[in-house]
């Protein structure tokens, strides 16, 4: 493979050429059937930051807060790879973090929060511990992508730094970014039917109480990615003429016998609001963000995936929230951003990867 054709691929740029035996869309994608946009970096106070590695897609995602946020998490796949998530506990001692990070790389790309601690600990953003310095906590959860390109080249300790370096509070970049990099879905068939995920982010601001609940989500499911509206499969495992979908559920309603490789899944997302809220509330608004996976990926939590869900709080906001309507607000945005993150992903022909906007057999 040449560096120069992936990173184009990478990036987004027109195809080179069509992928052997698969047949490809011969209209051009509109932007305009998204769903709903905006981004996490819509909370104030939060910035983020990728870093994807050129050599294979793969890389990471860092969300810092450097007032420092509260918050959860739950987890709901049966194949996680998770960091500093016992902390978030509302029994356990630390209040807030300033740093979520997101990676691929399997258990490999937990390294990375290694360079988010050593970014943190420069800015002296962390746990205080008298007058010794601080002990950034970064909470972290992985993707399994080992199979795309070469499983020797994963995030480390410094893409995570990188990640650091680059993030900010402007429109964060979705599709074959970051932790999205290497991202796949529709793969209860195997890897030959799979298509091209990456990652998605989406945000609503909530009438006229200046609260905003934001959400971010890399999705490399082993179910399809669906649409919560019309209960349609978006992008998900290809029918067997490479012209349509198979629709992994209605199969196994009809007995399909199917193959899933385990632990080579996981979908990973963070849900964010300026609202206070406590490590108690925050737990329960990411649990019940997870209603936003159930609504677009069919099925979702299963043996082979690692799904997690990070919350987020700024605290930025002096209005009283109810944390029932953010949690159920959460799920509503984290469903957008899981369709966006399939619709915004591109192909990579060099490993035999097509994406919905270049997938005759979408619609």
């Known amino acids: 493979m040449r560096r120069r054709e992936f990173t184009r691929n990478l990036l987004g740029l027109p195809l080179a050429a069509a992928l052997p035996g698969m047949a490809f869309a011969a209209a051009g994608f509109d932007p305009s059937t998204l769903p709903q946009g905006g981004s996490i970096t819509d909370v104030p106070g939060l910035k983020v930051g990728h870093y994807t590695l050129t050599e294979r897609p793969t890389g990471c995602t860092v969300l810092i807060c450097e007032e420092g946020a509260t918050a959860g998490v739950d987890v709901r796949g049966s194949a996680p790879g998770t960091r500093e998530t016992d902390l978030l506990s509302p029994i356990n001692a630390v209040q807030k973090v300033n740093a979520i990070m997101l990676s691929g790389g399997s258990a490999y790309g937990l ?19 008298g007058q010794l310095g601080v002990v950034p906590i970064v909470p972290a959860a992985i993707l399994m992508d080992l199979g795309v390109g070469n499983f020797k080249i ?14 900010s509070s402007g429109p ?18 195997g890897p030959k039917f799979s298509m091209k995920s990456g990652l998605g982010t989406a945000s609503v601001s909530i009438g006229n109480t200046g609260i905003v609940v934001g959400a971010l989500v890399a999705v490399n499911a082993v179910g399809d990615v669906v ?21 992994s559920m209605a199969a196994m309603m009809n007995g399909y016998r199917v193959v899933v490789q385990n632990a080579a899944n996981t979908t990973i997302g963070v849900v964010a609001t300026n609202a206070k809220f406590t490590k108690t509330q925050m737990n329960k608004i990411a649990q019940m963000a997870h209603d936003g996976y159930a609504r677009a990926i069919n099925p979702v939590h299963t043996m082979g995936d690692g799904d997690t869900i990070f919350s987020m709080s700024t605290g930025a906001s002096d209005v009283t929230a109810d944390v029932t309507a953010i ?9 957008r951003a899981i369709v966006r993150a399939a619709m915004q992903a591109t192909s990579v022909p060099e490993l035999g990867l097509v994406a919905y906007r270049d997938y005759a057999g979408r619609g």
């Open 327 to 335: 949690g159920a607000i959460a799920a509503t945005v984290m469903a």
């Open 154 to 167: 994963r995030p480390n300790a410094e893409s995570g730094y990188k990640a650091c370096l680059a993030a």
């Open 111 to 129: 390294d990375a929060a290694s360079g988010v601690m050593r970014y943190l600990e420069e800015k002296k953003l962390g746990y205080k511990i």
């Open 172 to 189: 964060v970049a979705e599709g074959n970014v970051g932790a999205g990099a290497g991202a796949t879905i529709g793969k209860m068939f």
């Open 227 to 247: 649409s919560p509206q019309t209960g349609k499969v978006v992008a998900g495992a290809r029918g067997e003429d490479g012209k349509g979908y198979r629709d």
